[in-house]
């Protein structure tokens, strides 16, 4: 009986090893992440969810955020792009920002090249991962939609992404087998992206950091090091938006942290993905100088010489 039971166990660790190393099987992770723009007031969320039980009751499932600003498909790029490098390969992601819901937009999974998927509207929302897509593929939406919801127009989120999502993560549904193959090609946003020229740097206002309001920049830490740019120095801040100024040389310390300054006082630093960052000290830098985010909001900086006045 004990050597039938070693043989036994041996069997089933030699055939999960195989499920787990076959190209193109997904699951062994079964981790399912969810975003969008639905908020949680009503039942979209728990219809998704329920779909995914469905698929797969051990399916562990977690949501990245529902709070995204309705039809802001520039927010659920960046939350994407904040989110997925820190989770494990052969995560999949679904990503519901879809204002174009029912129409001739199309929908795609991208793998990247961490091993994680993203299932979602190709809307651009997958602009901010596209550097590291190493393939996307076509959902073919009639074959891989949730039966029995063919007339249903209006509710992709459920009735394609979620499920297909899930059977992704539940190994039931390999990656090649969504759809053809689009290589790497996928919706773009505009982005601009960030410069250096002598002194002075260039960026875009990338998101808000809710619920705080302080303002992330695209404008990396290594820019800032190239720059010269020291904890202790003040930088010269200029933002506007579609070429109109909202602030125009304010001069901000740049320090580690918010409470290196008095409170309601402005503060640079590097947020938590070592890029340039602006806020108040408990109060929102965002609301006091109405500051939005994406194409079209550019921030500068520059460093003010040591001891000298900025100007």
Known sequence: ????????TLALSLLVGAVATTPGVIGA?????????FGTRDGAVASMKGVATGVDPALRIFDLTHQVEPYDIWEAAYRLRQVTPFWAKGTVFVSIVDPGVGTARLGVVARLRGGQYIVTPDNGTLTLVADDVEEVRLIELERQRLPGSERSHTFHGRD????????????????EEVG??????????????????????TGMVAM?????????????AAMIDAAGVRVGDTLVVSVAHDGHSLIASMRVPFAESFGHVAVGQPV???NSLLELAVALNQG????????GTGPGWVITVR??????SGR
Request: no cysteine.
């Open 1 to 8: 009986m004990r050597r039938l039971l070693r043989h036994a």
């Open 29 to 37: 992770q079964g981790l399912l992440v969810l975003q969008s723009d």
């Open 303 to 308: 460093r003010a010489p040591r001891g000298g």
């Open 180 to 201: 053809p193959s689009r290589g790497t090609q996928l919706v773009r946003l505009p982005v601009q992206a960030p410069v250096q020229r002598g002194p002075e740097l």
């Open 268 to 270: 640079a630093y590097l």
């Open 160 to 175: 394609v992404f979620a499920y297909l999502g899930a059977r992704l993560a539940a190994g039931k549904v390999r990656f």
């Open 208 to 220: 808000i950091d809710r619920p705080y309001g302080n303002v992330w920049t695209n404008i990396p």
């Open 284 to 291: 929102s830098f965002a609301e006091r100088w109405a500051i």
